[in-house]
């Protein structure tokens, strides 16, 4: 097996002069790890795809070192009918960059716009089938399925659109990308063509709305099919852009623009789009919670950790409680954690900060800090002092209109011990977080700390 034909097997071809240059055969292949890849410079998604392939090949399975035959044998009994969620991404203007640029130059163009659209589709676990010239495909559900494909996708779409501005040509002139995602039933599986040509085949009807709705978005959209939107829920804010006729479908079909996150507080509200059917087959679990409720508010706390497999309906347990409490005084506090963002230990509450303060995807970060000090200043603290502590959770630049966090803290542990009060502050607008004020006797300002409410 030819090296180079491996790596054109996997789309990766360009990657081929790397290997060469390095001296990377075969034999060498199989041992490579990621911080190898990572030192012959290659991004995320590729190095993804590599480790898999190599993986593959490493254990006798990969595809592209059988026989053709073989192969075509092998794939058809492994081509599966089911729900995908397919994404088109489109370069605008690429061809009119062409006419301006040397080749050479529109190739490193091209290159850094591609490893970027498939770092981020491997980010949220899709899969880049394939690179057609300035569009990409990407699956999402194939050949790795998740509960929450269409969202990943969306994600996936806003990543690159806002990221492509940003890369470099030498022009000067910023580039835009345009996203296209569809939902249905489809066959994936099948190996199709030879040698650079061989891709996996998806049959249905799914990527060719993909596609009709790339065409249809506008620079720096993303346009998804009525199928996604239902399983989105509320996750983002949908603009319906009603029933448009697209070339190859009989009948019209409507679509949506995603206009950025949406509102709502949780994920399980967000993805309902009805009313909740009777909960079935869980009255212990919820006389439980009822019974620790009534020891709580007789002045006894109670803590209950509800702990379960993924869709067993802890949520839903947790949301037929709150509608049983109605309309009895009570604080609700509600922090998301989010399997996308793992890597994000106070991810929760920054979420919970950015929807009380009414943060909006296009706002400046001027704008934000506005909202900030806006919402920090309805809790009757010392905005100067709390300021730089959430802009700092925030990713908020202060521009010098604060001291650093990091000075202010080093500052504060570098000063003399002094007896400390403390109290507990609730901000409005539903109560949506809390934080513990520390204000130690002589100084000039409050340490404060996130603290569990």
């Known amino acids: 097996?030819?090296?180079?034909?491996?790596?054109?097997?996997?789309?990766?071809?360009?990657?081929?002069?790397?290997?060469?240059?390095?001296?990377?055969?075969l034999e060498i292949l199989r041992e490579l790890g990621d911080a190898d890849l990572q030192e012959l410079g290659l991004p995320f998604g590729p190095r993804k795809r590599l480790l898999k392939a190599i993986a593959a090949l490493v254990a006798g399975t990969s595809t592209a070192s059988a026989a053709p035959g073989e192969a075509a044998r092998t794939t058809a009994l492994s081509a599966e009918r089911r729900q995908l969620t397919v994404?088109?991404?489109?370069?605008?203007?690429?061809?009119?960059?062409s006419s301006r640029l040397d080749p050479e130059e529109l190739r490193a163009v091209m290159r850094s716009y591609q490893d970027l659209c498939a770092t981020e589709v491997a980010r949220w676990e899709g899969h880049v089938a394939k690179f057609l010239g300035d569009g990409i495909l990407a699956y999402f559900g194939w050949p790795v399925a998740h509960e929450d494909e269409a969202e990943r996708a969306v994600r996936a779409g806003l990543g690159i659109v806002e990221a492509v501005p940003a890369v470099p040509t030498p022009t000067g002139e910023p580039l835009a990308a345009r996203v296209g995602i569809a939902t249905g039933m489809v066959v994936v599986g099948d190996l199709l063509g030879e040698g650079a040509a061989r891709e996996e085949a998806?049959?249905?009807e799914t990527p060719n709305l993909a596609a009709r709705l790339q065409q249809?978005?506008?620079?720096?959209?993303?346009?998804?099919?009525?199928?996604?939107r239902r399983l989105l829920g509320q996750l983002f804010d949908l603009e319906d852009l009603g029933a448009r006729a697209l070339h190859g479908f009989s009948a019209p079909v409507r679509v949506w623009r995603v206009a950025g996150e949406g509102r709502t507080m949780g994920r399980f509200e967000a993805r309902r789009s009805a009313d909740l059917t009777p909960l079935v087959g869980r009255e212990h679990e919820?006389?439980?919670?009822?019974?620790?409720?009534?020891?709580?508010?007789?002045?006894e706390g109670r803590a209950v950790l509800l702990a379960g497999e993924p869709g067993v309906g802890k949520s839903r347990i947790a949301e037929d409680?709150?509608?049983?409490?109605?309309?009895?005084?009570?604080?609700?506090?509600?922090?998301?954690?989010?399997?996308?963002?793992?890597?994000s230990a106070l991810?929760?509450?920054?979420?919970?900060?950015?929807?009380?303060a009414g943060f909006h995807r296009d706002d400046e970060p001027r704008a934000r800090l506005a909202k900030l000090e806006a919402l920090l200043a309805e809790g009757g603290e010392d905005v100067s002092a709390l300021a730089p502590?959430?802009?700092?959770?925030?990713?908020i630049p202060t521009d010098g209109g604060y001291p650093p966090w990091s000075s202010l803290h080093s500052r504060e542990r570098s000063g003399p011990s002094r007896p400390c009060s403390s109290s507990w502050r609730a901000l409005p607008r539903g109560n949506r977080f809390c934080w513990s004020s520390r204000t130690c006797t002589g100084s000039t300002r409050p340490r404060s700390s996130f603290s569990d409410c």
């Open 321 to 343: 409680l709150r509608q049983r409490l109605g309309d009895e005084p009570h604080l609700r506090l509600l922090y998301q954690c989010s399997p996308q963002h793992t890597g």
């Open 216 to 228: 249809l978005a506008e620079p720096g959209m993303i346009i998804v099919a009525d199928g996604t």
């Open 286 to 299: 919820v006389a439980l919670l009822l019974d620790r409720w009534k020891l709580a508010r007789e002045g």
């Open 1 to 25: 097996m030819d090296l180079a034909a491996w790596l054109r097997d996997l789309g990766l071809e360009r990657y081929e002069p790397t290997f060469r240059e390095n001296e990377v055969d």
């Open 87 to 97: 994404m088109f991404v489109d370069l605008v203007g690429s061809t009119a960059l």
């Open 347 to 356: 991810h929760p509450i920054a979420s919970q900060l950015e929807h009380a």
């Open 389 to 395: 502590l959430f802009a700092a959770l925030l990713a």
């Open 202 to 204: 998806v049959v249905g």
